[in-house]
């Protein structure tokens, strides 16, 4: 199991969100993108829908390779940096070769406020 992975995991067994924070802040992920940014644009942010009906995520992995089969580049940022530029309302799915995890909307609101 990754950090990341470890860190959801003793999240769900104390029911405490923010342990997730500080590793999912140091965490290298790739995430779908819609195209590649160039000469300092924003991200072009491929959105599916979300587990919660109605709402939007993107998809995310430490692991490149996880994402292989999607047929979309990849971006690869820290997941300081995107909390930092990932719009406002937009959730994340992070997967894993073995299942994955979700990060609502209000977790992330969270998130940005404790920086």
Known sequence: MSPLQI???????QRNIDLVLPTLKATTLYVV????????QKPEWFLTESPTKGRFCV????IEAALARVPWP?????????LEVLPVGIEI???????G???TREH????????
């Open 74 to 82: 990849t971006l690869r940022v820290s997941g300081a940096q995107l």
């Open 33 to 40: 993108v819609g195209s590649e940014p160039k000469g300092g």
């Open 7 to 13: 860190a959801f995991q003793q999240s769900r067994a």
């Open 101 to 103: 995890d979700y990060i």
């Open 59 to 62: 998809t995310a992995s430490e």
């Open 108 to 115: 992330l609101a969270w998130y940005r406020q404790a920086k």
């Open 93 to 99: 799915a992070i997967v894993y070769s073995d299942g």
